[in-house]
């Protein structure tokens, strides 16, 4: 099990928020303040320069995720972190951007990144807390199994290749 932490800054609303849901859930750590969170966690960050892939298994302990608007985000706090990576190309199941690649929630990020680790029991569990969650795992079913087995980023990349 990694212990899950998000860095949230109250820009969305909170009736939709899916980080609120888990952290009420007490499946998620939530933090007003980015420089609260441990440097040794592992950011998603869609403007990390490496995959996220099984190859970062080993050296994760905690997974963060960013729940704010990326139009407010001071980026050279995120800039500086060691340990961030993307997520590869996955639709979104939200009712808001529902099909839409790479427009997830925070909790879809999540649970996307557990399945990639080799957690996915953690990720049907942080879901099944969000009523349309579980169509996220269903309908990305097939990149999900694809990436979870990919030796390293390059490979993620390669593979994602197939689903564009």
Known sequence: MITLLAYRDNSCDPRKCTMKKLERAGMVRVFSRLSAIPRTSLILDPTAEQALSP???????TITALDCSWEVLDTDKVRSWKFKRALPFLLAANPVNFGRPFRLTSA????AALVILGESQQADDILSKIGWGIRFLQLNEEPLSAYAQAKNSQEVIAIQGEFF
């Open 55 to 61: 190859a970062d298994r080993k050296k994760t302990k």
């Open 108 to 111: 879809e990020a999540m649970a």
